[in-house]
């Protein structure tokens, strides 16, 4: 059996989507609460745009998660204000989650002026 075949193209996009839900679960309870989270991911999982994107392996579902997580990223490092060394450490890895969004899709340029007015 060969590695690339059509089917096995739809594992990134389940695993996107699984990352979706992880970021919104764990960032909206932080934020309000495990009710919260409980909700938000009950949300985000049902989702019929998402949810059909997400199970027929469309890159929209990557892109998605990658600029939800430079986006999460970027709102840990504003909270790490206190800390210059790990401040410093959280810019970088904000750096890298935004190039990675921007890789996937141009729009992602969105994410530093979202950062900025935050």
Not at 32 to 46: H, K, R
Not at 60 to 73: G, K, N, R, T
Not at 110 to 118: E, K, N, S
Request: proline share 4%; hydrophobic share 60%; aromatic share 8%.
């Amino acid at each position: 059996l060969s590695l690339i075949q059509p089917r096995n193209a739809r594992w990134a996009s389940a695993i996107a989507y699984g990352v979706i839900v992880a970021l919104v679960v764990l960032w909206s309870s932080r934020l309000a609460g495990m009710v919260a989270g409980a909700a938000g991911g009950v949300s985000a999982l049902l989702l019929p745009r998402l949810f059909a994107h997400a199970h027929f392996s469309s890159p929209e579902v990557i892109s998605a998660s990658a600029i939800l997580l430079a986006l999460y990223v970027g709102a840990k490092t504003i909270e790490r204000l206190d800390s210059p060394r790990l401040f410093w450490f959280m810019v970088a890895l904000t750096c890298l989650a935004s190039g990675i969004a921007l890789l996937t899709k141009l729009t992602a340029v969105l994410v530093v002026p979202a950062l900025m007015l935050a």
